[in-house]
């Protein structure tokens, strides 16, 4: 970051996810699958899904709000820009940022969205802290958030069991970089040659310019569940390292991990690699499922809500999806109201 320039600072946090959860027993009623394979190979006891006919939108919508409400009026009424973290937007084609931000009534401010899919959280806070430094937004609001369940196949138990749908947002002001709040170095990462371990091979342009219509079955993702786990440890772990360099800390000093919710296996060899104790890693995943661009903005509202995660806490944040794409960095905890 250029020195002297602002830094993104978090002034206001919320969540929502659809109303009505689907425990494992539900799941197990119509796939070959048991409640005791769910939870012992995820983590996972129940989860949110969108009702029928809701979007993405709609949960950005509600969580934005939330992250509004938190903030107050002082940088809710400022906001100039609105960032969308998500991999299932309402349609191909316009982003989905702009509706939201016109739904929540902020005008004709600047709105887009960013594609990391489970890393969209981490590449929207690098773009909001960005935005900030470089004088061209004053008030971000980031919103995380998708309906990952449209994509999943229903009839696939490796992956209905997993995904999740949810929002979370944060209000992001421009302060200074030693201030409570303020973002740190973030550290991204991809790996395209890996892209084709979670994907959905159609809709786009390359199925859609080949002339062959899509089959049955193209519009589902697909996922190499094994080999996306090995990288997801090994790629959360690294760059947590970095981002805690960058900052100037060291392992010993985290008092929070809040890392992407993909596997509750996955989160305890990624804290045991760092060293992280149990009492100081952050996981709602046994409610929420892998929630993709929602994942760590819900944790972190779930967080503060229930006492959790506190100001002054140091909390290092980390994620890793499709792609290949990944994050991490880090933030001293402000005095934020959950909204
Ligand atoms: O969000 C970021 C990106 N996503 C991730 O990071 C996800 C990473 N991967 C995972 O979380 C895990 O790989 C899964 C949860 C998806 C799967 O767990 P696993 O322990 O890696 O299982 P596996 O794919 O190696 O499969 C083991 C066995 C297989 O049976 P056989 O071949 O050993 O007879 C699967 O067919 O478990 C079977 N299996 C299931 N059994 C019951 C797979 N899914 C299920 C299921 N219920 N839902």
């Known amino acids: 970051m250029t020195a002297g320039a602002p830094a993104a600072v978090l002034a206001g946090i919320g969540a929502y996810v659809p109303p009505n959860p689907v425990s494992n027993h539900d799941l197990a009623a119509r796939l070959d699958t048991s409640d005791e394979w769910i939870r012992t190979r995820t983590g996972i006891s129940s989860r949110h899904v969108v009702l029928p006919g809701q979007a993405t939108s709609d949960l950005a919508v509600e969580a934005g709000r939330r992250a509004l409400d938190s903030a107050g009026a002082e940088h809710a009424e400022r906001v100039d820009t609105v960032v969308l973290a998500t991999a299932t937007p309402d349609r191909p084609c316009p982003a ?7 739904r929540l009534g902020l005008g004709t401010v600047a709105a887009f969205d960013v594609s990391a899919v489970c890393a969209g959280f981490l590449y929207g806070l690098a773009t909001a802290a960005g935005l900030i430094a470089a004088g061209t937004a004053d008030r971000v609001l980031l919103i995380g958030a998708d309906a990952f369940t449209t994509l999943v196949d229903p009839r696939d138990r490796a992956t209905a069991v997993v995904f999740a749908d949810g929002a979370g947002a944060v209000l992001l002001r421009a302060g200074a970089p030693e201030e409570p709040g303020a973002v740190g170095r973030v550290v991204l990462g991809s790996d395209g040659s890996l892209g084709d371990l979670l994907h959905v091979p159609g809709g786009g342009s ?3 310019g080949s002339g ?3 089959r049955p079955g193209d519009a589902y993702l697909r996922m190499a569940g094994r080999d996306t786990y090995r990288h997801a440890v090994a790629r959360m772990t690294a760059a947590s390292r970095q981002a805690v360099e960058a900052a100037g800390w060291s392992l010993a000093d985290i008092d929070r991990l809040a890392a992407h919710q993909a596997n509750a296996r996955i989160l305890a060899t990624v804290a045991e690699d760092l060293g992280i ?8 995943i046994a409610h929420t499922g892998n929630t993709v661009a929602a994942s760590v903005p819900m944790l972190l509202a779930d967080a503060t809500a229930d006492g959790t995660l506190a100001a002054g806490h140091r909390v290092l944040l980390t994620a890793f999806g499709a792609g290949l794409a990944w994050g991490a960095t880090t933030v001293t905890w402000p005095e934020v109201k959950p909204g």
């Open 212 to 214: 062959r219509p899509e």
């Open 96 to 102: 989905t940022a702009p509706e939201v931000a016109w």
């Open 277 to 284: 104790p149990e009492d100081r890693r952050l996981s709602n």
């Open 206 to 208: 390359r199925q859609r």
